[in-house]
């Protein structure tokens, strides 16, 4: 590494707007590559890394950039507690070993893929009683399934509504991506804190008595303290639902737009599996991650002070043309391999294989087995929303 002396002074993105990046962000993260690796945006108050081979090594450095922040605490307030997210190891990898067992490529194909199955034909057949005219598939496919797997992967009872665990999982990402301070946003999340903690005041019981192959099971299993357990449920309401939902409206609204490439999937010359990983590269469902330094350190050229509050720009490095030929470009031919939108090092999404085999494997090729005619509906509007995480808010379609 260079020494300190010589440095370049970091760079200033003054212009970057958060309300214009909830449209559409990668024109602003085009501009923050092109001015640096790494650069301070005002706006948020935070300093951006915004290529991948500098978030990549960041994500190797736990030492300067901590997950355990103490003024960072979006994610924090946003569930109630600090949830493994917020923690580095080794009390990271107590909390992160109890649930690996249960999302591991194994249990997801033999305990949670006929569930995902059944949860996908029983609203397909909703999507198709709503008909061609008036069916979102947000609304009517996209967020219930999703929805309905995570009460399943939770070990939820039946009787909890897949709007309400909709509901609980918008209110808690609006908060952990609530950088501006919204107290509306605050109050939803303190409101569904209050609903699913009533939930588990008569789960966890339960699940003490009789165990089952549930992530809150096996959270329970290895002896976290109960606070532990309860903020990994409300960390798991957030990423668990939101997350796939995006993935699978995402993916249809890409291949709808790119007909050719959509016929070379349905045809089985492009695996589903692969153009999942080129969806989740192109179309980010988690834009930007935080990390707070924890040491003054030298880092590519530029001095962090210890106490500066960082925000890893997945979705940026994702569309970095040095990793990527011609980035801005959807292709599932390509190898998308290298992407890093589950994230990366020890901290990668502990659900990735989940979600991929609940939309690769059953929502997609299900959805287009039994409609083999659905496309958008560009009579109405589809609605984008968010950069720190982003997705489909509305998609209508026809067929």
Known sequence: MESVVGWAEMPVA?????????????????????????????AVDRVFLTRHEVISDAERRPEIFSSQSESNLTMVRALGSRPMLRKDDPGHAEERAAINPTLRPKAVKGLWSPRFAQNVERWIDHLLEIGPQEADLNRDFAAPVASQNLIDLLGFP???SVDAMARWSTSYIAGIGNLLDDPEI??????????????????????RRTPNGSITSHLLDVGLPEESVRANVHLTISGGMNEPQHMITNLVW??????????????????WGDAFEETARWQSPI?????????DAEFHGFHLSSGTNVGLLLAS????????????????????RGHLAFGSGVHMCAGRWAAKAAIADHSLPMLYSRIPGLDLDLSREIVWNGWVFRGITSLPVTW
């Open 14 to 42: 003054e212009w970057f707007d958060p309300g214009a990046a909830m449209q559409d962000p990668y024109p602003q993260f085009e501009r923050l590559r092109e001015l640096g690796p790494v650069a301070y945006v005002p």
């Open 287 to 295: 834009g930007m991650i935080p990390r707070e330094v924890v040491r």
């Open 317 to 336: 490095a994702n569309r970095d043309g040095v990793v990527f030929v011609d980035p801005d470009r959807f292709d599932v031919r390509r190898t998308a």
């Open 254 to 271: 890409a291949l709808s737009n790119h007909p050719d490439q959509r016929t070379a999937v349905l045809s089985g010359d492009v695996a």
């Open 186 to 207: 605050w109050r939803r999340c303190e409101e569904s804190q209050t609903e699913v903690d009533a939930l588990l005041d008569d789960l966890l019981p339960q699940l």
């Open 158 to 160: 039946q009787d909890v």
